[in-house]
């Protein structure tokens, strides 16, 4: 049967106020960073650079975010409404995108926020630890750096101590142990797997093709 998808829809501003909303969104954890406003040239260069642009309206001008803390938000992908009026940014965020230094303009108390945006803290974790191994000069006391000077086998030598641990308290049924360990496993995790160029994507992907594989979905629970 033949599909017919629809027609590409171009952005439409407010025909009094010129603008359009902008929402933008992390590409990586799916949370909601902030809500902006666009207008016809702001839009454009969203487009043109990659990053996202403003229309500022108490500075009356264009606003690229970022021009200032360097927190600028990275264009991944875009989405227009059903209306044409509103469009949806997908963003790899260089920092905190709200002024008061949070991840979102939406922050929430701990106990509120959505379990999605607690595993997206992983990806948060992956790029902090990213930055650690491409700019030790910035933080050069930090515990991860110490771990990227040292290399890949210490690195891994550290893993496999925490799992010992972890199945240690595991097999113990010391739960609150057992969280810990768990936490060190996984911070430990990531770096290796930042120390070695793999992402933690990938690996969510190789999950994912197993998942879909009949023969190896036992391997994920199905």
């Known amino acids: 049967m033949e599909t017919h998808l629809p027609a590409p829809v171009s952005l439409r501003?407010?025909?009094?106020?010129?603008?359009?909303?902008?929402?933008?969104?992390?590409?990586?954890?799916?949370?909601v960073l902030m809500l902006g406003y666009l207008n016809e040239e702001a839009w454009a260069r969203?487009?043109?650079?990659?990053?996202v642009t403003f229309f500022s309206r108490s500075k009356n001008r264009l606003w690229t975010k970022g021009e200032t803390s360097g927190n600028f938000l990275t264009v991944v992908s875009s989405h227009i409404d059903c209306d044409a009026d509103t469009v949806l940014i997908r963003v790899i965020p260089a920092g905190p995108t709200c002024h008061r230094g949070t991840t979102s303009c939406f922050e929430?108390?701990?106990?509120?926020?959505?379990?999605?945006?607690?595993?997206?803290?992983?990806?948060?974790?992956?790029?902090?630890?990213?930055?650690?191994?491409h700019?030790?000069?910035?933080?050069?006391?930090?515990?991860?750096?110490?771990?990227?000077?040292?290399?890949?086998?210490?690195?891994?030598?550290?893993?496999?101590?925490?799992?010992?641990?972890?199945?240690?308290?595991?097999?113990?049924?010391?739960?609150?142990?057992?969280?810990?360990?768990?936490?060190?496993?996984?911070?430990?995790?990531v770096v290796l797997l930042v120390g070695t160029g793999v992402s933690f994507s990938e690996v969510l992907e190789v999950l994912q093709q197993r998942h879909r594989t009949p023969s190896t979905r036992h391997l994920t629970g199905k």
């Open 13 to 31: 501003f407010d025909s009094a106020t010129g603008l359009a909303p902008a929402v933008i969104q992390d590409a990586d954890t799916g949370q």
């Open 46 to 51: 969203t487009q043109a650079d990659g990053r």
């Open 108 to 133: 929430q108390p701990q106990q509120l926020q959505a379990p999605a945006a607690s595993i997206g803290f992983l990806v948060e974790l992956e790029r902090l630890v990213s930055e650690r191994k």
């Open 135 to 189: 700019f030790p000069e910035r933080t050069p006391d930090s515990y991860t750096v110490q771990l990227f000077q040292k290399g890949i086998a210490k690195i891994a030598q550290k893993v496999g101590e925490e799992a010992v641990e972890t199945v240690i308290d595991a097999v113990a049924g010391n739960h609150e142990g057992l969280k810990g360990e768990v936490a060190d496993l996984l911070y430990h995790l």
